[in-house]
C-alpha cells in the first residue's frame, strides 16, 4: 500500500516569533496553502490511496472557518484517498472544534481520545487524538494486535522516548512499548524534525512540520512518501516547503561603527528561496539598536536580528579607576571571582556588569 504522511501544518498559525518587519505572517500563511495543495497534487498524480494526517493540522486558537472549508474542498479532489486525522495539542478534538462541528467529507475519518480501530480488507488502522491541549497518557500501551497478518498502522501524535517534564505534558510514547506492539508503521506527528532514517528500516516515524515555522526549524521541511507490505517498508521525504530559513553569524569585534555592521550585512548574498536570521556575537565597540539597523539594511532577505554581543570591556582595567564605574567594576570582579558561581549566576552577573557600564557612560 502507498501512503503519505504528514504532521504539524499548523494552518493559520499568527507566526507571532517570525520576524520583526510587518507581513511576513500572512506570506507564510499563504505558503502554507500552496504546500498542502503540492500534498494534494502529489496523491492524485500517483494514485496514493491512504494520507495519513498525524496532528497539528491547525491552530485551534486561530483557526478561520474559511480555511477548514479550504482544506475539505482539497479533500473533495481525492475521494477515493482514505484521510486519517490524529488531533494534536494545538487541534484538540474539543467541544467546539472543527473536527467536532464540520461536516468534513466522506472519505476524512478524525480520532478521537477513545482509541479506535479501522478495519479495512488488508489493513488496520490505529488512532488516538487529543481531546484536550495536553495528554499525559493515550493508553496505546494497552492495544493488542489481533490480526498480526494484516498490516497494521497507528497515527497518533506524542512526544517519543521524551524525558523532559514539558515532554510528559504532551502524550508520552515509548520506541521501545511500540516497537513490541509490533506496528508495520507508526505516523508520528509533534516534534517537527524530520525522522524516517535513523536506523535500519525505520518504522516509527516523524515527517516534521510541513512548512518551516521559523529559524528553530532549518532545513528542508514537506512530506513522507511510503509503500508498505508485510516486512517490507520504503520510505521517501518529499520536500514541499519552497523557503527555507538560515542562520547568518557576524563577530562585530573588529567593527567600529554601525555603518561598517550595517555594510556587512548588506554585502552578504543569499539564495532567492531564503529568509535569514543575523546573529550578532563578540564584542562590540558601538551602540547597537536593531530596530535602526532595520531601517537601513537593504538585503531584503534579512527579517530578523538577534543581538548576542557583549560590550567590549577590560574589568580589571577599569576596577583601578577611582570613578564610580571603577567602584561598581571592582565590586563586581570581587563577585564574578567567587570560584562557588554557577553558570547560570555567572551569566546574570555579566548581563549586570554590561547594563551597569552602559549606565555610568
Given at each position: 500500500m502507498k501512503f503519505?504522511?504528514?504532521a504539524d501544518m499548523h494552518f493559520d498559525s499568527p507566526f507571532?516569533?517570525?520576524?520583526?518587519?510587518d507581513g511576513l505572517g500572512d506570506l507564510r500563511r499563504l505558503e502554507q496553502r500552496k504546500a498542502f495543495k503540492k500534498?494534494?497534487?502529489y496523491i492524485k498524480e500517483n494514485d496514493i490511496k491512504f494520507l495519513f494526517i498525524s496532528g497539528d493540522l491547525y491552530e485551534q486558537k486561530y483557526i478561520k472557518k474559511?480555511?477548514?472549508?479550504?482544506?475539505?474542498n482539497l479533500f473533495k479532489e481525492i475521494p477515493e484517498t482514505k484521510i486519517f486525522i490524529a488531533p494534536g495539542n494545538h487541534d484538540p478534538y474539543v467541544k467546539n472544534s472543527y473536527y467536532n462541528k464540520f461536516n468534513w467529507n466522506e472519505n476524512v475519518k478524525i480520532f478521537n481520545s477513545n482509541i479506535e480501530k479501522v478495519e479495512l480488507e488488508d489493513v488496520n488502522i490505529y488512532g488516538f487524538g487529543f481531546d484536550d491541549f495536553y495528554c499525559k497518557k493515550s493508553g496505546i500501551e494497552d492495544i493488542e494486535i489481533d490480526d498480526k497478518n494484516k498490516l497494521n498502522i497507528l497515527v497518533i501524535h506524542g512526544s517519543l522516548d521524551g524525558g523532559t517534564l514539558e515532554n510528559s505534558?504532551?502524550?508520552p510514547l515509548s520506541r521501545k512499548m511500540l516497537k513490541e506492539k509490533e506496528f508495520d508503521y507508526v505516523a508520528l506527528g509533534h516534534i517537527h524534525k524530520i525522522d524516517y532514517n535513523q536506523e535500519e528500516n525505520q518504522n516509527i516515524v516523524y515527517p516534521g512540520s510541513t512548512v518551516s515555522l521559523g529559524f528553530d526549524e532549518l532545513g528542508p521541511h514537506g512530506m513522507i512518501v511510503g509503500n508498505l507490505e508485510k516486512d517490507k517498508l520504503q520510505l521517501e521525504f518529499v520536500p514541499l516547503d519552497e523557503t527555507e530559513f538560515k542562520l547568518q553569524d557576524v563577530d562585530v569585534t573588529e567593527m567600529n561603527s554601525k555603518e561598517e555592521l550595517i555594510e556587512k550585512i548588506n554585502e552578504f548574498e543569499f539564495a532567492e528561496n531564503n529568509l535569514i536570521e543575523i546573529i550578532l556575537a563578540g564584542k562590540r565597540n558601538f551602540e547597537i539598536d536593531k530596530y535602526e539597523l532595520y531601517?537601513?539594511?537593504s538585503n531584503d532577505k534579512v527579517i530578523k536580528i538577534k543581538n548576542k554581543t557583549k560590550i567590549n570591556y577590560d574589568l580589571e582595567e577599569l576596577a583601578n579607576d577611582t570613578t564610580l564605574k571603577g567602584l561598581f567594576a571592582k565590586e563586581m570582579l570581587q563577585r564574578l571571582s567567587d570560584k562557588n558561581l554557577s553558570e547560570e549566576d555567572k551569566e546574570i552577573l555579566e548581563k549586570a556588569v554590561e547594563i551597569g557600564l552602559e549606565a555610568l557612560e
Open positions: 503519505v504522511h504528514i507571532v516569533n517570525l520576524s520583526d518587519k500534498v494534494i497534487e474559511s480555511t477548514i472549508e479550504y482544506i475539505n505534558e504532551y502524550n531601517k537601513l539594511i
